[in-house]
């Protein structure tokens, strides 16, 4: 999931807590989805996830959910918080699982912004987030 207008809104601590407690109750409120690897960039969003209703209806709720609250956050109103389309790709087999949530949580590191994966506080790398 991208933002709007590659802002970097992600990256404010209040709206990434948001977005993680989301992806989150997604598996442990929602049953949505079991929760395999997720990062939160700041301006991009993750998840690798085994759906357990209809993707379409997973990120329609994480976005709406999210957008309301990351909005009021940053004192913005009247403007989309998300892109309005989501990528999503279908995991073929172990050895490509494997190397997606590799990517996930190590996105952080190939861009900088943390020395190692389990240093980036919003992402299952850490499982402590």
Known sequence: ?????????????????????????????????????????????????????????????????TAMEANLALGRSGEPFWQHESYDHRVRNEREFNRIVAYIEENPVSAGLAAAAEDWRWSSATRAS
């Open 1 to 65: 999931m991208a933002q709007s207008h590659r802002q970097l809104s992600l990256s404010d601590t209040r709206v990434a807590r948001q977005v993680a407690e989301a992806i989150r109750a997604g598996e442990s409120q929602k049953g949505f989805y079991e929760l395999q690897a997720w990062v939160i960039m700041p301006n991009h969003v993750h998840v690798l996830i085994l759906p357990r209703v209809a993707v379409p209806q997973i990120t329609h709720w994480i976005k709406g959910k």
